[in-house]
């Protein structure tokens, strides 16, 4: 069956292709490609019919049977994708088929309702401020269908104002209630996407870390409370990695399985914490991944982190979308084992065979240096006086990588200093691990700390009578990375960002300028809208109540639901005040109604002098009398000049006529 | 029968929140207000929102449901103060034959404010006519209804509904204007014998009879064709031309005079109303002298527009004794 077609010159259907088409192409990402193209095609299909190029709708059989092919190809793909993108695929999919046969009004108001649903699944994907700003207009472009479709004649300029009206309305309302709603904890577990891991990675081959190095994306941001560490303190923990293989360091299998146990037990690490400590806010930008970054013991109140036992913090979903938490860190705390044999026997573990030159090298020097401390100075000593050279560009090592570094290529990168090390310790029975993360940080106008990828390190940790120590092989033979970050640290080989396009650029005053105002921007975004959190929202009310009390909590919550009145009553408040603004005017408006009341109407060609002529006959003489009076007194007003004396008088005298008139016709009845 | 019950007790509640009026003013009193069935998806999706958000943490998700909700409250507003203030006339009315459309004209008064949106007619309880937008009014709307019955016609209730500005809630409202409508009987082209009453002569009576078929008169003129005049007059070649409605005039040949006379209402009543309807507007147009009878109702000999408006309501409220 062939149907009219509903679409032609109608701005409402135009509008909402719009919207969908655009709403997919910016979520390329998690779309499948031949549901993009599929949506294209309906996207096609309704603009030939809106510009009449095309007079017929699809048949709905066609569409039943493209319907169920797209079924089945989704099926078919749908297991890999997982339950989030799964479903994301599938909403556009029948979206598309749905705008391809767009024929009631029912159809249309359940595409629209689809759309501003996946208006909301699309920011989980993208949160920043640009593409908020895109999928706000894309949300007044979806309303601006809807008023298109209640009122197709009227213009566009016109609808624009009225949609834009109802917004501005709407939107303090809306943010009231952002603010003062309380915000709960998530209700239960959400999917999340198996989207491409980006940042760290939980396996480290020495020459990995360099790769992420060339990548100037931000990790994440720190706020600070108060005090801010030192630049060569600014070691962000993130993975610990206790398995070594000879080539590679990893996850231990053996402290995931313990990690997996105390998770499902619920009995998060509590460490022991005293002294100085640091109070910060992180927002970690999304990474697909669960672990987080903090300096040294960090301890964490939030709901949704989890405290590991080698004291790493991890998020108990993956960060599908930017993540705001809080952190205390005790920068002076030790760090003593959290499982004694646990951490021994792990970080004892070594490769079977490989790198001999090293083994019989390691225990020559121990046999000279036979105290822990000793023989870290030792091999410290060694690699500054062979002029060990720190580069972003490391030869690759395929066969006995620790032997070729140590004995060959004498250059490396903070991975390759620290898994050499690490080996190193434990050829000797000094148990050692690999911790990766973050080193340094941008301050930016003493308000927040950006940190990159390409401060991505690599350091040891190795464990003393007082709990594990840090120690970083780096800051050896590149002081400068510690103190000054890489880019100072390689600057004698030009090799920071040099793959990046414009990378020249980065020198220039006004680039860097720029730069720093839209990362402050971005900062702003993400602390202020994306990391408003329970915590904000807790601190929001004490400054407004002081002490939070039930009671006062309660009146608050009153105060804010008589502001949303108040801020309704206020649009639409308008209307009386100018009629009251017009006092002689709002007086004989009064006394009409009052004769309304008791039945004599004003027609609309009858003049005041001429009204007043038909009371007289209507009503009894009293009253008629005083509406006389009130009548002399408005055309008085409105047509003589007077002094502001007289004005005043008459305009008091109609007042009381107006008491005076209603007390009469009351009389009357 | 519970279905029957609910709705005589809605009417009644209606009669009485509403009373018949000839000019009525929407506000408060006459307005109700609801979510349409998009308003309840709409307030869904709201909700799927703010579950979205909240599971994955994410304030834009939330700040957009809460958003769409405030969005919901203004347009609540939005959508009542559209639709109050309006000032609905019922416009005059003209008497009609049975199964033969009603016109009514409905004027529509906006009160110099800016209102905008469709709004919608139907008669209650159907499905809706007509609409007109506020933003380009042409005034008057006008409505039509089939009346099947002759006699006295009152219009059933009028519902109006507005969805503006965004379709979430749907205003209306149901209106009675307190008019009445004389619908005479459909006119059937049989004419009813013309009789002459007692006094006259039986020849009289005879030369009445010869004369009273169709097509007999001979045609004289043409004259503008006026509302009211039989259809079959209309010189269509004429207006085919493109020369407007003209009427074609018969000449007849004696000014005559008689009586249309029911004397039976056992058999065919419809019938013979109709008929006697038919041969009342054919007697007028030929603009003889006629008086009609019908048990329990005599209208002496006349002519004239007010003489035939007599006979039709006479035929139209005719009821057996």
Not at chain 2, 39 to 55: K, P, Q
Request: proline content about 5%; charged content about 15%; overall charge positive.
């Amino acid at each position: 069956m062939l149907r009219l077609n509903p679409s032609s010159e109608n701005r409402a259907h135009l509008l909402l292709t719009f919207v969908l088409f655009t709403l997919s192409i910016s979520l390329y990402a998690p779309l499948q490609l031949w549901v993009l193209l599929l949506v294209t095609c309906a996207a096609v299909m309704r603009f030939s019919l809106y510009m009449n190029w095309q007079k017929h709708q699809l048949s709905v059989r066609t569409l039943n049977l493209m319907a169920v092919l797209c079924a089945i190809v989704l099926a078919y793909f749908g297991w890999e994708l997982g339950l989030l993108l799964g479903m994301l695929n599938l909403l556009v999919m029948a979206s598309s088929l749905k705008l391809m046969l767009l024929a009631t009004r029912r159809d249309y108001f359940q595409l629209i309702g689809v759309q501003f649903f996946l208006l909301g699944a699309a920011l989980v994907f993208n949160q920043n401020i640009a593409f908020s700003l895109f999928y706000a207009v894309l949300c007044l472009l979806l309303l601006m269908s809807l008023a298109f479709h209640i009122n197709p004649s009227a213009s566009w300029l016109i609808l624009s104002k009225r949609v834009a009206t109802l917004c501005l309305q709407a939107l303090p309302i809306a943010i009231l209630m952002l603010l003062v709603l309380p915000k709960l904890g998530p209700l239960w577990q959400m999917p999340t996407a198996k989207g491409a891991h980006t940042g760290l990675s939980d396996k480290v081959t020495p020459g990995d870390i360099a790769e992420l190095a060339r990548s100037a994306d931000l990790a994440f941001r720190v706020t600070f409370e108060q005090d801010v560490p030192p630049a060569n303190q600014r070691y962000w923990r993130a993975l610990v990695m206790e398995e070594f293989d000879g080539r590679s360091w990893q996850v231990h299998p053996y402290r995931q399985r313990i990690t997996d146990r105390f998770w499902r037990a619920g009995l998060p690490f509590t460490p022991q914490v005293s002294g100085a400590y640091y109070e910060y806010q992180v927002i970690a930008e999304p990474t697909q991944q669960r672990w987080l970054f903090a300096l040294d013991t960090a301890v964490s109140q939030d709901q949704h982190l989890w405290q590991n036992h080698d004291y790493t913090l991890q998020s108990r979903i993956p960060l599908q979308s930017a993540l705001a938490y809080r952190v205390t860190s005790y920068y002076d705390n030790q760090l003593p084992p959290a499982l004694p044999q646990v951490d021994g026997r792990l970080n004892l573990q070594l490769p079977e065979g490989g790198n001999q030159r090293t083994q019989a090298w390691a225990t020559e020097l121990w046999r000279d240096n036979p105290t822990p401390q000793a023989y870290i100075r030792a091999i410290a000593s060694h690699m500054r006086q062979q002029g060990f050279s720190y580069t972003l560009k490391p030869q690759p090592m395929p066969v006995d990588p620790i032997d070729t570094f140590l004995f060959e290529q004498q250059a490396g990168f903070c991975s390759h200093y620290a898994s050499t090390v690490a080996y190193l310790l434990r050829l000797n029975g000094i148990p050692a691990r690999l911790v990766t993360g973050y080193l340094g940080g941008e301050m930016r106008t003493d308000q927040y700390m950006s940190v990159y990828q390409y401060d991505a390190h690599a350091w040891v940790e190795w464990l003393s009578e007082d709990g594990w120590q840090r120690l970083d092989p780096t800051a050896w033979v590149a002081p400068m990375r510690i103190q000054y970050g890489l880019e100072q640290a390689v600057a004698h080989e030009q090799s920071f960002l040099a793959d990046m396009p414009l990378s020249g650029l980065r020198g220039m005053a006004v680039f860097q300028a720029l730069r720093g105002w839209l990362d402050d921007m971005d900062y702003l975004w993400s602390r202020w809208i994306l990391g408003f959190d329970r915590k904000n929202q807790q601190d929001l009310l004490k400054a407004l109540l002081g002490d939070l009390s039930p009671a006062k909590l309660a009146l608050f919550g009153l105060g804010a639901l008589a502001t949303i009145a108040m801020l309704l009553a206020l649009y639409h408040i308008k209307r009386w005040l100018l009629v009251k603004r017009d006092l002689p005017n709002w007086y004989y408006q009064k006394a009409l109604a009052l004769l309304a009341h008791s039945g004599i109407k004003r027609t609309k060609n009858q003049g005041p002098a001429d009204f007043c002529a038909q009371v007289e006959k209507q009503v009894p003489p009293l009253s008629a009398q005083h509406f006389t009076a009130l009548t002399r007194c408005y055309t008085n007003l409105c047509f003589r000049p007077l002094s502001p004396q007289q004005h005043k008088l008459q305009l008091r005298q109609m007042r009381d006529l107006l008491t005076k008139l209603r007390r009469s016709l009351r009389l009357d009845v | 029968m519970i279905a029957g019950y609910i709705q005589r007790r809605m009417n009644k509640w209606l009669s009485r929140r509403i009373p018949p009026a000839q000019q009525i003013f929407l506000n408060r009193s006459n307005i109700f207000i609801f979510p349409s069935r998009f308003g309840f998806l709409y307030l869904s999706l709201c909700l799927a929102l703010f579950v979205l958000g909240t599971n994955y943490q994410n304030n834009l998700i939330l700040l957009l449901g809460f958003f769409l909700l405030a969005l919901m409250l203004v347009s609540l507003f939005a959508s009542y103060l559209n639709f109050s203030g309006l000032i609905l006339q019922l416009g005059k009315l003209n008497n009609s034959y049975a199964d033969t459309p009603i016109l009514f004209p409905i004027w529509l008064d906006t009160q110099e404010q800016s209102k905008a949106g469709k709004i919608h007619f139907a008669w209650y309880g159907n499905k809706a006519e007509s609409a007109a937008e506020l933003d380009s009014l042409t005034n008057p709307v006008t409505l039509s209804i089939t009346p099947y019955k002759r006699g006295v016609f009152s219009p059933p209730r009028l519902t109006l509904s507005s969805y503006y500005p965004l379709g979430l809630f749907r205003c209306w409202t149901h209106l009675a204007f307190n008019a009445q409508v004389v619908v005479y009987p459909t006119p059937i082209a049989k004419p009813w014998p013309l009789t002459t009453k007692h006094s006259e002569t039986q020849g009289e009576h005879a030369a009445l009879q010869s004369s009273q078929g169709l097509g007999q008169d001979d045609f004289d003129s043409l004259t503008e064709y006026q509302q009211g005049q039989p259809l079959y007059h209309v010189a269509w070649k004429q207006a085919a031309k493109g020369q407007g409605l003209l009427s074609k005039k018969f000449a007849a040949q004696v000014q005559q005079s008689g009586w249309l006379v029911l004397a039976t209402t056992e058999e065919d009543l419809e019938e013979n109303l109709s008929r006697l309807c038919f041969s009342c507007l054919e007697l007028d147009a030929k603009g003889w002298v006629f008086g009609l009878q019908l048990p329990g109702k005599e209208i002496p000999p006349g002519k004239g527009q007010a003489h035939l408006q007599a006979c039709l309501t006479a035929l139209a409220m005719f009821r057996a004794v």
